[in-house]
Each structure stands twice: as C-alpha cells, then as structure tokens.
C-alpha cells in the first residue's frame, strides 16, 4: 500500500494542500478545521522525551498552514510500556506544555492521547464545570488506574479531553486504565469536536452521540494491530458515511514493544471518500475539509447522529 493524497501536493511523505471553503455548518458553528493532517510514525516505547522530538521533526517538514488540526497517534509518548506507565502519566503535563508551545509555533491546533492522572472526586467534582481547566495537571489517586485521554491542544494550551471509554482487554488494558467520565464531544475553536481512542471506534454509539451534540469533525488516535488492518480501514470509512461527518485519523506503525502496527492513518470525507492515508511506515499528510460538500451531503438525505431527519 502506498500514502494517497487526494487535493493535495506531495513533497516526500508529506501533503500541503489548498485551502477549504470557510463555510458554517446546519447548527451556525464556523467550520473547522480549515485542513487537517496527521503525523504517523513508531512510537518509542517508553521514551517520551524520544517520541516528542519525533513530532517536532515531523511538524517541522509536514509545516502545517495555520489553523490546521494535525492529529498524533494514541499514546504517542511512549505506547503502551505499563512498567513504565505511571512515570509517563507524570510527564503528560510538560508533553501538553510542549505540545502547546509548537501549537503556537505553528498557529495549529494538535491532537493525540496521553495516559491522564484520575482526578480526586473532590477535586472532580470542584472542577466538573470547567473540564479543560487542569491541562493534565491532576494529583494522582494512589494506586488508582489511568485514563488513555485524547487531548485537543490550541496555542493557548488544552482546549479540551475525551476519556477512551473502551478498554482492549488483550492487551491488558483494564488492568492499568479505566473509562472516564468525559465521553466526548471535545471543547474546540469553533464548536465541537468527536474523538475516540482506538477501540472506542468499534462502538458506534460513541461517535453517534458526540454527533447528535453538533460535531462535524472526528478524531481518532489509536495503535491498531496491522493483523486487523483492514478491520481498521473499514470502520474509519463506516463512522464517516452513517454520521455524514470527516474523520482524521492517526495510528502508529511499526513494531512498539511487541506488537506490529498497521499505520494507514486516514483522513475520510462525509461521503466515505479517502482524501488522504497513509501506507505502513512513518508519514505526514494533510488534506483540505470542505464543509460546503458536507452540507450538500447531509441536504440530500440525513443520517447524522444515527437519526434520519424528519
């Protein structure tokens, strides 16, 4: 398989295409992103200082245009490395002061999972008004397990959280984290935005919901196995076609500790068509959203949100 951009321009790996239509949507949100891309690459596992020069190489030649939203894989600091998961949860809030400081290097917005510290239910409950206030920075629950959380970074810092609501038990993952009560949709610049972790893509009530409350635009970051690629290839398509919505998905490639990854990273219009993906191996694209296709989409007949309009 080889990396497609289609409406775009390749330089190597890496795609800078033209401007989208700056419309609005049904609902009066500003459409956004005006692009949006994807860094794809192996994830050092455990190795979080490694992993972020990683994305700072990889913006550096994917030079994104401002206002794009360049999605990173799930846990890109380091994978899934539980013996050294709790220090990398430690980490999660100076990644997210870096990862805010190349938003604003770039005037982009970025996107990727990270392993979150659980917050108190005292400070929870303190706070459940303002969800993007903490920026990562929870006191840790001794011996409480982790959530896997989607970030939406801006260049002022965190915008928003999605708490992956699905742990994958083969790979142990209800013993280390557990489902959050932030099931989406994400704060964003201009309304909101859907995400999902990985194996919340199975569920499609996880997206729906995020759709009926005014997304247009889903996020997904993930580490799928290349042994179910195809499985991959075909549920990003399925969530963009039933919620007439884009889909920017990233996943990681190669091998991370001992599994292999498939990579093909996405980037799906409303219709299902492919604007751009990935093949196996480390790539950058990006590709133009044109919401005015959206809209003329969703006019023709409605199943966003897995409901048809009246």
């Known amino acids: 398989m080889t990396a497609v951009a289609h409406n775009a321009k390749s330089a190597e790996n890496f795609a800078v295409p033209a401007d989208s239509a700056k419309v609005s949507d049904h609902r009066g949100h500003k459409a956004w992103p ?18 972020l020069a990683v994305v700072r190489e990889q913006l550096a030649r994917l030079a994104p245009p401002p206002a794009t939203l360049v999605v990173l894989p799930e846990l890109w600091s380091g994978g899934f490395a539980y013996h050294a998961m709790a220090r990398m949860a430690a980490e999660t809030p100076a990644l997210l002061t870096a990862l805010a400081a190349e938003a604003s290097r770039y005037d982009i917005f970025l996107a990727g999972s990270l392993p979150e510290a659980p917050v108190p239910p005292a ?48 790979m142990g993952e ?80 190669g091998l991370v500790g001992d599994a292999d990854f498939a990579g093909c990273s996405a980037i799906i219009a409303p219709d299902g068509d492919i604007l751009a993906e990935a093949a196996d191996r480390a790539a950058g694209l990006m590709a133009p959203l044109d919401f005015a296709h959206q809209s003329e989409v969703r006019r023709l007949f409605q199943t966003a949100g897995g409901a048809a309009a009246a």
Not at 34 to 51: H, K, S
Not at 134 to 155: C, F, K
Not at 214 to 241: D, F, M, N, S, Y
């Open 123 to 170: 400070q929870a409950a303190s706070s459940a008004s303002t969800d993007s206030d903490h920026e990562g920075h929870q006191v840790s629950e001794p011996g409480a397990r982790l959530h896997n959380t989607l970030y939406l970074v801006g260049p002022q810092g965190v915008m928003g959280r999605y708490h992956k609501q699905q742990m994958f038990a083969p």
């Open 174 to 253: 209800p013993d280390y984290f557990q489902p959050g009560r932030l099931a989406g949709p994400l704060a964003g610049p201009a309304g909101p935005v859907g995400g999902l972790v990985c194996f919340d893509l199975r569920f499609p009530e996880l997206a729906a919901a995020q759709v009926r409350q005014g997304a247009t635009v889903l996020l997904v970051a993930a580490q799928w196995p290349k042994a179910r690629r195809e499985h991959w290839r075909i549920l990003l398509r399925a969530r963009a076609i039933e919620n007439q919505i884009f889909v920017v998905a990233c996943n990681t490639c």
């Open 34 to 51: 005006p692009r949006a891309g994807f860094l794809q690459f192996r994830v050092r596992f455990g190795d979080p200082a490694a992993n």
